[in-house]
């Protein structure tokens, strides 16, 4: 599923249930340390954490890279092998990963979540105003995607780019989201100064989203040329 929002040069890896560790696939043999970092966490949280680092690890395989383990640093951000750039995500019913070599992409965002409304309150708190208006408008055009919740998967995949290139904060209403329907599409705009890339300020993400089998996925993959875009990676 996610691969069809990614480009050319991105490998994704995903998984609509929980792996289960086999020998024979090193890359779902979770590591000690992995198992060490949600020894505390309750059980569903460790299946995740543990299917999405089997994930990431197929992906990174695909690169031709060995199984190694994938350890939250702060803010939950992945760290990663060196010379990778990847993202994670799960909700309920699905896992998933993509990488890319740093040399060719500079950044990945990825977030999947369920297609289905935000909790009371939520959108509220996630989106501004014209972003609100839009989701209403959204809502009468297509029912069968739940619009705020779109923005919010957005929202988390601008998030998950912007963090490994300036190691800062974004909250919710720094981005501000326009979804194209059509097009399956978005863009956010930066509403504060964005990472410096190739001596220019970025700031503007595009990205690319689906909506099917109950949930919406959103990907953002910036390349080493210039600003990002959902277009295919470009190889220096």
């Known amino acids: 599923m996610i691969e069809e929002i990614l480009p050319s040069g991105v490998v994704p890896a995903e998984a609509f249930d929980e792996l289960p560790s086999d020998?024979?696939?090193?890359?779902?043999l979770p590591f000690p340390e992995e198992t060490a970092a949600v020894a505390r966490a309750i059980p569903r949280r460790q299946r995740e954490f543990a299917t999405v680092r089997a994930c990431a690890r197929r992906a990174l395989g695909a690169l031709g890279l060995p199984p190694v383990p994938l350890l939250p640093g702060r803010r939950g951000a992945p760290r990663w092998p060196e010379g990778v750039v990847g993202s994670m995500t799960h909700c309920d019913g699905y896992r998933a990963a993509a990488v890319a070599p740093a040399s060719h992409t500079l950044a990945i965002g990825i977030d999947a979540e369920p297609n289905g409304p935000l909790p009371d309150g939520v959108l509220a708190a996630v989106a501004l105003p014209r972003e609100r208006a839009q989701v209403r408008a959204l809502g009468g055009t297509d029912p069968e995607v739940h619009w705020d919740r779109l923005l919010f998967s957005a929202k988390e995949s601008v998030f998950k780019t912007w963090y490994p290139l300036t190691g800062r904060e974004l909250d919710f209403d720094e981005a501000d989201i326009a979804l194209d329907p059509a097009a399956g599409t978005?863009?956010?705009?930066?509403?504060?100064?964005?990472?410096?890339?190739?001596?220019?300020?970025?700031?503007?993400?595009?990205?690319?989203?689906?909506?099917?089998?109950?949930?919406?996925?959103?990907?953002?993959?910036?390349?080493?040329?210039?600003?990002?875009?959902?277009?295919?990676?470009?190889?220096?």
């Open 186 to 236: 978005f863009t956010a705009r930066l509403l504060v100064p964005g990472p410096v890339v190739a001596g220019r300020p970025l700031d503007v993400f595009t990205g690319r989203w689906l909506a099917r089998d109950g949930l919406v996925v959103t990907a953002i993959t910036l390349n080493r040329r210039g600003p990002g875009h959902p277009g295919p990676v470009l190889r220096p």
């Open 23 to 28: 020998p024979a696939e090193p890359a779902t």
